[in-house]
């Protein structure tokens, strides 16, 4: 079983529609959560952190959270054609600041 | 504020060559994190510092790999000799700590093909 584990995709999503991507992760001691957006030929860039169950939104993006059953997802609302990139879902492990990720869920937005 | 600086970006060599890699971190960043990333995966950590000190190079080749962040700033990554294997991106972060809640920022990363 992988630490960290994403679909890899591809997730199509109309324009306008809410992309909803899911990462589960298997360590119950992790204690922070991140998303990362990476576009082809670049680097990860962060969009999303989250440390509490429940959600927090940023804009047209919502992380969600659910520790007791180990899992982080991320809700992209009115999907753009700029929000096609892979999305990396990144899990903490320790207390020493270790990322944990999984290999992305790449999400395509047609117009 | 500049974001995390790295260079090069494209390296093409012949296997059995050396390699370096260069990175500046966020100014005021301590933790420097050294990661690799093959097509279609996530970033694998390689090396961890809090400023000068390797706090975690586990996942490090050792045989092949070596890596030095003197001064507590920036921080080189070497291979030699390289592989084909080697082939990848090379990614440099950096965060305020080692604390799990410090988010991490990404430099551009550096293409090395291994020919």
């Known amino acids: 079983q992988k630490e960290v584990e994403q679909n890899s995709g591809p997730l199509s999503v109309p324009e306008g529609a809410i992309a909803s991507l899911n990462c589960t992760y298997s360590?119950?001691?992790?204690?922070?959560f991140f998303w990362y957006r990476q576009y082809s030929g670049k680097s990860p860039e962060l969009i999303m952190s989250i440390y509490s169950n429940g959600d927090k939104e940023d804009g047209r993006f919502t992380a969600q959270l659910n520790k007791a059953s180990q899992y982080v997802s991320l809700l992209i609302r009115d999907s753009q054609p700029s929000d096609s990139a892979t999305y990396l879902c990144?899990?903490?492990?320790?207390?020493?600041?270790?990322?944990?990720f999984g290999a992305g869920t790449q999400v395509v937005v047609t117009p | 504020e500049a974001g995390v600086v790295q260079s090069p970006r494209y390296k093409i060599i012949e296997k059995k060559q050396p390699v370096a890699f260069w990175c500046n971190p966020i100014?005021?960043?301590?933790?420097l994190y050294w990661y690799l990333q093959n097509l279609g995966q996530g970033p694998e950590l390689l090396i961890r510092?809090?400023?000068?000190?390797?706090?975690?190079d586990s996942q490090l080749p050792k045989d092949r790999f070596s890596a030095e962040r003197l001064k507590g700033v920036d921080s080189t990554l070497k291979i030699q000799p390289a592989e084909l294997g080697d082939s990848a991106v090379y990614l440099c972060a950096s965060s305020l700590g080692l604390d799990p809640y410090n988010e991490q920022f990404f430099g551009p990363g550096t293409r090395l093909t291994v020919l």
């Open positions: 510092y809090e400023n000068e000190e390797a706090v975690d």
């Open positions: 100014s005021g960043h301590n933790t």
């Open positions: 360590d119950r001691g992790s204690q922070s």
């Open positions: 990144a899990v903490n492990k320790g207390s020493w600041g270790k990322l944990q």
